[in-house]
């Protein structure tokens, strides 16, 4: 558990890149994992982890949702092709499927409505490999880093994979989970940027060093086996070092980073930036980035170019306050007339524009634009949720409460290690 939490990919997510959203998928993934083997076994209270984790991850990140749908479908499709896919799995799988759906139906309805009703930025598609020599100079350092080819496991990771390895030539258990950790890990390594047909296809993964996460989890099978094979002093001592050593050389990995000590030049930097304990207070107060347009209105993909509407030069656009349906925004403008802001407006939803207090209509265009007068100005921008999204986003609490009381009613503890 703690060497699945603390690795250095996913240290890297939450304190560099700060997906939030994709390290909390993570965090939700063994849950879908134990629930698809328990159900494989034939135990009805597999239901129950697989639903939780599905929906878990589809309230969390729609990308690792689309690639754990599709590992689990490859999984039973191989199961239906060898002869052990039984008619208690199918019924679980669709009891289980349509819980996830309605549980994550909120999250999912406002990613339905939004692409919908309006034509979005794409995010960019691509196969950027992890270098293998870069990976293992960045891992021996210490280094938590947003170049995509150097991410990696950790230094402890590797050596427990390399061990692991070894042991699986006589050990027959963890032998089906440690190969497929080992044949992820090479894909991460291929240089699958060189195959246009395959970023094509495929791209929406943007960086195999993706992968790493489920590098990570069929390793962390094999190791929980281990444990359980080798009980004993020697191996609770061996588990106890390894993750207090995992602990620490995170916790170093990021204070490097946090204190700035940690410099890069990945080649990145029209869009990368780190906020470390020297520059939080400027970062945090200057004004909004236009580098992370992913899914705003607009048209074109990531890199192609001015693809949405920007600010008029003549104005100087700062943000004073928001809430989740509101926002505040200083205006400086160096003439009166007709001017383009750079905020996001979707179709489809209800808008009410005040500038200066009084109630203002927009011009019809794609982005927001209005009469501003000379000077300064405040502009106040709120919007209202549909009567459909207040409906499903009350339908998915009650399903959560459904849920979790028949969870603790029929769920009862399992007393076989889940593997």
């Known amino acids: 558990m ?27 993934l063994p849950l879908a994992v134990a629930g698809i083997i328990k159900i494989g076994r034939k ?23 689309l690639i754990v749908t599709l590992g689990i479908g490859g999984y039973e499709l191989y199961g239906l092709v060898s002869g052990r896919f039984s008619k208690f799995e199918f019924k679980s799988l669709i ?21 919908a009703n309006n034509t979005v930025i794409v995010p960019f598609k691509n196969l950027s490999y992890v270098d293998l020599k870069q990976s293992i100079a960045a891992q021996l350092s210490g280094v938590i880093t947003q170049n995509s080819s150097m991410w990696g496991i950790g230094i402890i990771g590797m050596i427990l994979l390399v061990v692991v390895f070894v042991l699986s030539v006589k050990i027959k258990q963890i032998r089906s989970y440690i190969y497929i950790c080992v044949l992820i890990l090479i894909i991460t390594y291929l240089p699958l940027s060189n195959y246009p047909k395959l970023i094509q296809y495929f791209g929406f993964i943007q960086f195999t060093g993706r992968l790493l996460t489920y590098v990570v989890l069929f390793q962390v099978m094999a190791m929980t086996i281990l444990v359980r094979e080798f009980s004993g002093r020697a191996i609770k001592a061996i588990t106890v070092f390894c993750a207090i050593s995992v602990v620490c050389l995170g916790a170093i990995s990021v204070v490097k980073h946090e204190q700035g000590k940690l410099q890069e030049n990945d080649g990145l930097e029209s869009y990368v930036y780190t906020i470390n304990s020297t520059n939080y207070y400027q970062e ?7 580098n992370f347009n992913d899914y705003l209105p607009g048209k074109g993909t990531m890199g192609s170019g001015p693809i949405y509407v920007h600010t008029d030069p003549w104005i100087n656009m700062t943000q004073v306050k928001g809430t989740y349906d509101r926002a505040e925004f200083k205006l400086v403008s160096g ?11 979707y179709k489809g939803i209800s808008y009410q ?31 209202k949720p549909t009567t459909m999204t207040i409906i499903i986003f009350l339908a998915s609490l009650i399903s959560y409460l459904i849920f979790g009381i028949t969870s603790l009613r029929c769920g009862g503890r399992e007393k076989k290690v889940v593997i």
Request: hydrophobic fraction near 45%; aromatic fraction near 14%; glycine fraction near 10%.
């Open 2 to 28: 703690t060497y699945w939490l603390f690795n250095s990919y996913h240290l890297n997510l939450l304190y560099f890149r700060m997906a939030f959203g994709e390290f909390l998928a993570y965090a939700y």
């Open 43 to 65: 135990e009805k209270r597999g239901i129950y982890p697989l639903v939780l984790g599905m929906s878990g991850i589809a309230n969390s990140h729609l990308l690792s949702l």
């Open 95 to 115: 009891i289980s499927v349509l819980s996830s759906l309605v549980l994550a139906s909120y999250s999912l309805w406002g990613i339905f409505y939004i692409q």
């Open 284 to 290: 945090v107060q200057a004004n909004n980035y236009g």
């Open 335 to 345: 003439k009166s007339g007709l001017g383009s802001l750079a905020l996001a407006r």
């Open 353 to 383: 524009i005040r500038l200066n207090g009084k109630k203002v209509n927009l011009v019809n265009s794609d982005g927001i634009k209005l009469s501003i007068p000379k000077g300064i100005s405040y502009l106040e921008v709120s919007s």
